[in-house]
Structure formats: structure tokens, C-alpha cells
């Protein structure tokens, strides 16, 4: 038989499941009769509160850890800003834990479980092993992941529609009359870089061009990589007039090996990138990207949490994106330029790249 959560007891007592948490936490807010009620209906229903409703009643406050990879992470702030929205408005704190994906977080997560301060944990855009996060799930602590890139899990987590996000650039170039659209991939062994990828052989199959395989590219997130990539893709007999990229990090670079072969964006090869993080408005030109809703995913990824910690799971959200139109996408030119210089001695720093890495958020 199902275990009663906190929601079930408020369905029961026909009161909101916000009154219940005050009786829990033993909050004066409550009225004797409301209070008596909530425990009869606990106690006839032999109900026994989660660890987390039992320590609220004892008068302590829990806390909700988070697990970021990086305060400078262009997406962290939205994300956490997402997150305390909601959970500000419950009897919860946040408990924020920094660790890169360059060091293993395997003993960070073990002393979140031995430490038994949080209620549940939240973790952010990781390129970790989840093996440890379903193990602490498992033994019955709440875990959320949030854009997280690695491989698909059993754990509940929060994701923007990468597959339609690209799908839906593919669309707005095809309607600017671009017919020779390029993409630079990834890296494929993330899901998210997967969706996106046939996101783009869909969009361009929907707008009834062929996919050629001549105008796709494997760049990562390595932007002296991206411009000599790119430099290669414009050197074609029939070259692209536009060029999609998997994140907007990647999109600067794009831009920059588009500068370097003596070609105008977008008037020689339009660009979409995507995230729509902060820097992309102040390209030049500004950049047309794909925007993950990260304020959203936060607030989706907190209640989520909360609800595991009363009791009700879920599988996840999936939310969607919109496509932001600004000055780096413009129509196909009636006949495309060559290029006209060569990229020999590209500078090692590009001039509007901003990237900290495959931030991917990842900067995906």
C-alpha cells in the first residue's frame, strides 16, 4: 500500500497542505481545533511524518542543499534565482555547495548524506558520474537534477526542450530563404548536444532540404576548434549561409572565424546560437540564440523537491524554450560572397568569444 504523504493528510482534513506543514512545525499560527483535527486524522490513518516533517515538528529548521558546478557560471544566478523563489516561501533554507566538473564530487555528496543537514538536494548542470546521486536517492533522500548533462538517469530532473529549440532556429533561418544551413556539434555523448543535433536534421527535413553531411561539423566547446571548423565550412564550393551552433559560447566563435574570412554576419552568414545568456545582447552584432527558460527550470526544479520531500515524486519537467531574434540572422544573400582572406594566423584569443569553457549550461 502506497505510503501517505503530507498532501493526502490535507485532502483528509480538508485543509491545504501549507496548514498542515504548520501543524508539523508546531507554528501558533495554528488553532487548537484546526491542529487537533490535522493530528486525529495523522494518528487514525497511522501516519507517520518524513524526516524532514519530523524535524520541522521538533521546532528545527532543514535545509535544501544545492549542488552547483560554478558561481561564475553564466546560468547559475537565473537558476538560483529560480530556486529561492520558491523555496524562500517554505519553511526551508539553502545550503549552496560549489563543485567543477573537473573534480570528483563523489566525497562532496557523501558528506552532504553523513552530514544529515539537508532534506533534499538539488543539483545543477553536471558532467559527473549520477551513480553517487542515485545511491543517496535510493536510501531516501530527495535528488532533483537540473540541466544536468550527463547520461539519462533514473532520478526526477529538469530540462528545457533542446530537440524544439533548435528545431524552431531551423524554421526562422529557412523562412530567411537560407537553404545551406551548417551546424557545429556538441559534444554527443551529451543528451542535451544529441536533441539539439536532430532538432537540426528535423528542421531542415520539415523545411524540405536534404541534410548534407559536408555542413555538419564536430566543434565541441573549444572555441579555437569552432573557428577553424568554420573557416573549413566557408571554404566550401557552396558554402553556408548560415550556421547554427550548440551553445552561445560556441556562437561567438562562429561569429569570429565568419570576421576572419572577410565575411559580414549576418549579411554573409547568418548565426543562432543557444542559452540566451546575459553576454549574447551585447555582441556585435547581438546575438539571435535559443533561450533556456533558467529562472523557470529553478523554480520548476525547487518544487519538484519539495513535493519529493512531502512524499510525491515525480519524473521530471521538460519546459520549453523560445527562439530570441536579434541582429545575427538576417536574410540569405541572393548570391553568397567568397571569402576573402584566409584564416593562417587565427589569434589564439578570440575578440568576442566570452566563454569560461563548456560551461553549458551549459552553458549548454
Same mark, same amino acid.
Given at each position: 500500500?502506497r505510503?501517505?504523504?503530507?498532501r493526502?493528510?490535507a ?5 491545504s ?17 484546526t491542529? +487537533? ?7 487514525s490513518h497511522? /501516519?507517520t ?5 519530523t &524535524? ?9 542543499? =544545492? ?7 553564466h =546560468? ?12 524562500e516561501?517554505?519553511? /526551508?533554507?539553502?545550503?549552496? /555547495?560549489?563543485?567543477?566538473? +573537473?573534480?570528483d564530487?563523489?566525497?562532496? *555528496? ?7 543537514l539537508?532534506?533534499g538536494?538539488l ?12 545511491r ?9 537534477l ?16 533542446n530537440?524544439?529549440?533548435?528545431? !524552431? ?18 559534444p =554527443? ?6 536533441d539539439?543535433?536532430?532538432? /537540426?536534421?528535423d528542421g ?13 561539423? &564536430?566543434?565541441?566547446?573549444?572555441a579555437?576548434t569552432?573557428? +577553424? ?13 548560415a550556421i547554427?551552433?550548440?551553445n ?6 562562429? =561569429?569570429?572565424?565568419v570576421?576572419?574570412?572577410?565575411l559580414?554576419?549576418p549579411?554573409?552568414v547568418s548565426?543562432?546560437g ?6 549574447s545582447?551585447d555582441?556585435?552584432?547581438?546575438? !539571435? ?8 527550470m529553478?523554480?520548476? &526544479? &525547487?518544487?519538484?523537491l ?9 519524473p521530471? *519537467?521538460?519546459?520549453?524554450t523560445s ?5 545575427? !540572422?538576417?536574410?540569405a544573400?541572393?548570391k ?6 584566409t584564416?593562417?594566423n587565427?589569434? +589564439? !584569443?578570440?575578440?568576442v ?8 549550461s551549459?552553458?549548454?
Amino acid at each position: 500500500m502506497r505510503k501517505l504523504t503530507i498532501r493526502d493528510i490535507a485532502q483528509l482534513a480538508g485543509l491545504s497542505k501549507s496548514t498542515v506543514s504548520l501543524v508539523l512545525n508546531n507554528s501558533p499560527k495554528v488553532d487548537p481545533a484546526t491542529r +487537533e483535527r490535522v493530528l486525529e486524522v495523522m494518528r487514525s490513518h497511522n /501516519y507517520t511524518p518524513s524526516s524532514a516533517a519530523t &524535524a520541522l515538528a521538533r521546532g528545527r529548521t532543514p535545509f535544501i542543499g =544545492m549542488i552547483v558546478p560554478g558561481l561564475t557560471w553564466h =546560468m547559475v544566478a537565473a537558476v538560483n534565482y529560480g530556486v529561492a523563489s520558491v523555496v524562500e516561501q517554505s519553511p /526551508y533554507e539553502i545550503i549552496l /555547495y560549489t563543485s567543477t566538473n +573537473e573534480k570528483d564530487y563523489t566525497a562532496l *555528496v557523501d558528506r552532504i548524506a553523513t552530514s544529515g543537514l539537508s532534506a533534499g538536494l538539488l543539483v545543477v548542470t553536471h558532467d559527473q558520474p549520477l551513480e553517487p546521486l542515485e545511491r543517496l536517492h535510493r536510501s531516501g533522500l530527495p535528488v532533483v537534477l537540473v540541466n544536468t548533462l550527463a547520461a539519462p538517469s533514473e532520478l526526477p530532473s529538469v530540462q528545457a526542450d533542446n530537440y524544439e529549440g533548435t528545431r !524552431t532556429a531551423l524554421r526562422h533561418l529557412a523562412e530567411l530563404g537560407h537553404t545551406r544551413i551548417a551546424c557545429v556539434q556538441g559534444p =554527443m555523448a551529451y543528451a542535451c548536444c544529441e536533441d539539439r543535433y536532430r532538432g /537540426y536534421l528535423d528542421g531542415l527535413a520539415e523545411a524540405g532540404l536534404d541534410a548534407d553531411p559536408a555542413l555538419t561539423v &564536430a566543434g565541441g566547446f573549444h572555441a579555437p576548434t569552432v573557428r +577553424e571548423r568554420v573557416s573549413d565550412l566557408l571554404a566550401l564550393r557552396g558554402r553556408p549561409t548560415a550556421i547554427v551552433a550548440p551553445n552561445d559560447n560556441t556562437a561567438y566563435a562562429v =561569429m569570429e572565424a565568419v570576421i576572419d574570412c572577410g565575411l559580414r554576419v549576418p549579411q554573409d552568414v547568418s548565426v543562432v546560437g543557444f542559452d540566451d545568456i546575459a553576454s549574447s545582447a551585447d555582441t556585435h552584432p547581438p546575438l !539571435t540564440t535559443v533561450r533556456q527558460p533558467f529562472p523557470e527550470m529553478g523554480r520548476a &526544479a &525547487a518544487q519538484l523537491l519539495l513535493d519529493a520531500i512531502d512524499g510525491d515524486t515525480a519524473p521530471g *519537467v521538460s519546459l520549453p524554450t523560445s527562439l530570441v531574434v536579434r541582429e545575427s !540572422t538576417g536574410p540569405a544573400p541572393a548570391k553568397p560572397r567568397r571569402p576573402t582572406r584566409t584564416t593562417t594566423n587565427r589569434p +589564439e !584569443t578570440p575578440r568576442v568569444w566570452s566563454g569560461l569553457g563548456p560551461n553549458i549550461s551549459t552553458q549548454r
